[in-house]
């Protein structure tokens, strides 16, 4: 990933903070935070699907299918472990169950929030590092994968920053404080984007694909949590209907890619 292609990782990042604004400024409606979180959870499927499992049997670097195991279940355990023992990775997760943490246990629970969506940013950053270094210098066909993965990152922030903001704002924050939060959070985007500029180009395209199949598992655990507790419990036909919509959307841009 050349230094021009961060401007992509700064853009997700601008996105999540633009998300988080709104969230603060106007709150968003359950239903209307469903659809958006149900449509970015479609899409981190999609680019999983369609762009991270084809890259990683693509040479060089091709995993063999143990080490794409291994390597989607490594991002699904760290995830998963982080939702379990500290807090859920990203809010979308968080808001179907926010209602439970009630206003004034708020100060208990906003470092744990905090540390594990810094983690859950952190990998967005580093999936779009990966996925910009394979299509610079990775064959033609790796040109899709980065763009796939730019395009759904950046579609799951918008949500993401909405969701936080909300969050936020129905803990009682003030506005400021809401937006300087989740600046904060969503800095780790840049990070984990600063750290594969300098990381990924040192490395042999195994590697790489090893990071993408990590990031892969950690989206499918996004994908799936963020969506299944909303399907358990509320909107059925809305959330099916977005996050097919989603998919569809980062299927069809990497069909058209390819």
Do not use: N
Not at 67 to 88: M, P, R, T
Not at 94 to 111: C, K, L, N, P, Y
């Amino acid at each position: 990933m050349k230094e021009d292609s961060f401007g992509f990782v700064i853009l997700a990042f601008a996105l999540a903070v633009g998300g988080g604004v709104m969230g603060a400024t106007l709150g968003t409606s359950h239903k209307r935070l469903c659809a958006l979180i149900s449509l970015g959870a479609g899409s981190l499927l999609g680019v999983t699907v369609f762009a991270i499992l084809p890259e990683t049997f693509e040479e060089p670097g091709r995993l063999d299918w143990w080490q794409l195991l291994l390597g989607l279940a490594s991002g699904y355990a760290v995830f998963a472990l982080i939702s379990k023992y500290i807090f859920h990775v990203c809010p979308a997760c968080a808001a179907s169950h926010f209602d439970e943490a009630t206003t004034h246990r708020f100060s208990e629970i906003a470092s744990a929030m905090m540390l594990a969506l810094a983690i859950h940013c952190t990998v967005d950053g580093l999936a779009m590092a990966a996925g910009g270094e394979q299509s610079e210098s990775g064959p033609p066909a790796s040109h899709a994968t980065g763009f796939t993965i730019i395009l759904a990152v950046c579609v799951h922030k918008i949500p993401e920053g909405l969701a936080l903001g909300a969050l936020l704002l129905g803990a009682g924050l003030s506005r400021k404080g809401i937006i300087y939060r989740v600046m904060a959070v969503e800095a780790t985007t840049l990070l984990g984007g600063a750290v594969g500029l300098f990381f990924f180009p040192t490395v042999s395209h195994f590697w790489i694909h090893i990071a993408l199949a990590h990031a892969g598992g950690g989206f499918l655990f996004l994908a799936t949590h963020a969506v299944l507790g909303e399907i358990l419990k509320h909107h059925k036909a809305l959330v099916v209907g977005s996050f097919g919509a989603g998919f569809a959307l980062i299927g069809g841009f990497a069909f058209w890619l390819r």
